[in-house]
T-cell receptor
């Protein structure tokens, strides 16, 4: 049973470009979470999605960031007009049911903004 | 507000026992998780406590006291491969997100 998949593993963008990060949850999991980890900081929750629905986006910056989890295909975290401060590791997690179920993490996408 | 506190760094020797403490303040409580994260890798699940007491799983055990807002992770018979960051996380009141501490970096030496 494959784990949570994320791609790309490393992404380099110049300021002002767009970054698209993809996450495929574990087989059978319909709950997806995105977290950001800045250097020397803990993981910070960004958004929680179920298929075609955003359940909690309280950790998502109000501008430039968006997330989706379509009926078919992976979940996408999209960052428009990236700035240097967006450089971080972005982790996706999935769970079988609600968040009281264990969240399993993917390997992360390391975004570097030049 | 919500806050998770744990020590920044700890050191120990192979074969020893180490206890990593975590205190939390949350507006609601839906459980306490421990994850292990090696540098540059994904966090991996270690344990989940929702009731008071000790949960044992092989060399790792986790304890919870809800009245004190306190948990600890106990690692026995330490091995070099246990050198990693250990993350304490509480589930938020809505049950929709994990609130993480900054992690405790454990260094195991021979």
């Amino acid at each position: 049973n494959a784990g949570v998949m994320q791609n790309p593993r490393h992404l380099v963008r110049r300021r002002g470009q767009e970054a698209r990060l993809r996450c495929s949850p574990m087989k059978g999991h319909s709950h997806v979470y995105w977290y950001r980890q800045l250097p020397e900081e803990g993981l910070k929750f960004m958004v929680y999605l179920q298929k075609e629905n955003i359940i909690d986006e309280s950790g998502m910056p109000k501008e430039r960031f968006s997330a989706e989890f379509p009926k078919e295909g992976p979940s996408i975290l999209r960052i428009q007009q990236v700035v240097r401060g967006d450089s971080a590791a972005y982790f996706c997690a999935s769970s079988l049911g609600v968040a009281t179920d264990t969240q399993y993490f993917g390997p992360g996408t390391r975004l570097t903004v030049l | 507000g919500q806050n998770i506190d744990q020590p920044t760094e700890m050191t120990a020797t192979e074969g020893a026992i180490v206890q990593i403490n975590c205190t939390y303040q949350t507006s609601g409580f839906n459980g306490l998780f421990w994850y292990q994260q090696h540098a540059g890798e994904a966090p991996t699940f270690l344990s989940y406590n929702v009731l008071d007491g000790l949960e044992e799983k092989g060399r790792f055990s986790s304890f919870l006291s809800r009245s004190k807002g306190y948990s600890y992770l106990l690692l026995k018979e330490l091995q070099m491969k246990d050198s990693a960051s250990y993350l304490c996380a509480a589930l938020n009141q809505a049950g929709t997100a994990l609130i993480f501490g900054k992690g405790t970096t454990l260094s195991v030496s021979s």
